[in-house]
């Protein structure tokens, strides 16, 4: 028998307790090393217990482990997802939530998006004793002069708000007039002699031909009161209900005022 346990032998002859004799064990824990151990526990407890609760953040995560994403924050076009991190899309909705809809599609900066416009078929027929220039959305159409002739266009334009303006002007100052018809896929929408049109006279106005000019201040041209130098012609646009206008608020063509250039304009809202 190995010396210390015949030492330890003798020695618990006088009072040992069993364990001691069962071989070369480590010595029992202290009671000051039992208490530091549950004071740990104590304060690992206490910091779990005095943690911030995780609160959900609006950024496509699920931040408190409910299982739903960025759930209580606003989802303004209610596709599902939250708007701070919802990206603006093409579709009449406003995606992102911040007051704007479909910003950033509209490539004609005409005011409407291109995934919301619709093309039309705008028709325009016209003539004017004795010369007009035409223009669409200010840029050039065409030229022509002869009254008895019916001058057809047919033009492809978009959903929103365009402009149709007419210079007219007579070169034997003798008689003047302007004679027109539109119509919207088919449909006629607009007549000279209907109130439609917007006639000034005098000076050119400057950015006349531009959708944005304010044509507020201008006159409804009216109708001519002496129709015989046209007779019946161009019976193409006489019988659409289309009457010869002129600038001369008194109706008479053969006025003084009416030998002076006259500058038309027509706004038509496409939906």
């Avoid at 093409?90 to 939530?97: P, T």
């Avoid at 000034?200 to 041209?221: C, K, L, M, N, R």
């Avoid at 009457?243 to 706004?267: H, I």
């Amino acid at each position: 028998m190995p010396r210390s346990l015949i030492a330890l032998a003798m020695t618990c002859s006088l009072g040992c307790s069993e364990y001691a004799l069962k071989g070369e064990a480590s010595e029992p824990t202290t009671g000051e090393e039992q208490d530091s151990a549950v004071d740990a526990n104590d304060s690992a407890v206490d910091a779990n217990d005095s943690a911030e609760p995780v609160t959900e953040s609006c950024d496509g995560l699920d931040n408190d482990g409910d299982g739903a994403v960025d759930e209580g924050f606003p989802d303004t076009d209610g596709d599902g997802t939250a708007d701070c991190v919802d990206p603006e899309e093409c579709d009449g909705l406003d995606n992102d939530g911040d007051g704007e809809i479909d910003e950033g599609f509209d490539a004609d900066s005409d005011g409407v998006a291109d995934c919301l416009e619709v093309l039309h078929t705008v028709e325009l027929r016209l003539t004017t004793d004795d010369i007009w220039e035409g223009y669409v959305d200010g840029t050039l159409l065409d030229k022509q002069s002869g009254w008895s002739q019916v001058d057809s266009y047919a033009l492809s334009l978009s959903t929103g708000t365009h402009v149709l303006a007419v210079h007219g002007w007579d070169v034997g100052l003798s008689i003047a007039g302007f004679l027109a018809e539109v119509s919207v896929d088919g449909t006629p929408v607009s007549h000279t002699g209907d109130g439609s049109w917007r006639v000034t006279s005098g000076s050119e106005p400057s950015g006349w031909t531009e959708v944005t000019h304010d044509d507020s201040g201008w006159a409804a041209p009216v109708s001519c009161a002496d129709t015989s130098p046209w007779g019946a012609q161009p019976s193409a646009l006489l019988d659409t209900g289309s009457v010869w206008v002129w600038y001369e608020p008194s109706g008479d063509c053969r006025s003084s005022a009416s030998l002076d250039d006259a500058w038309f304009r027509l706004t038509l809202q496409l939906d």
